[in-house]
């Protein structure tokens, strides 16, 4: 399957989001397109920038990703099956938010 994004942490093809290197024992995650309820952007304050990988909020789970200091913003997504979100610090945010913007439909803003 062709992914329309790629940067090798985050991939997005035609069914859903691939993410690799996402939980404490560095697996990989796949969340259908199906399975997202919501999506959002929000800018990240210094401690999410800091964080290669984690949560700082029990709230928003991040996958590994050593470049994060260097973005300031991040998109999450709220999944159907509830539980933490995951937050995505792509290389090419404006791609992906156009993505899941054509998959799951308009992608919002939070404070």
């Known amino acids: ?12 093809d035609e069914d859903g989001v691939t993410l ?41 789970w991040l996958g590994w990703d050593p470049s994060r200091r260097h973005k300031d913003r991040m998109i999450v997504l709220d999944t159907t099956s509830g539980g933490m979100r995951v937050g995505l610090t792509p290389d090419d945010h404006e791609a992906v938010v156009e993505i899941l913007a054509r998959r799951v439909g308009r992608v919002g803003r939070d404070a």
């Open 1 to 12: 399957m062709e992914a329309a994004y790629d940067d090798g942490r985050i991939a997005l």
């Open 20 to 60: 690799r290197r996402y939980d404490l024992l560095l697996r990989t995650r796949r969340i259908p397109y199906s399975s997202i309820a919501r999506a959002s952007e929000r800018a990240m304050d210094g401690w999410w920038r800091w964080r290669l990988w984690g949560t700082n909020d029990l709230k928003i």
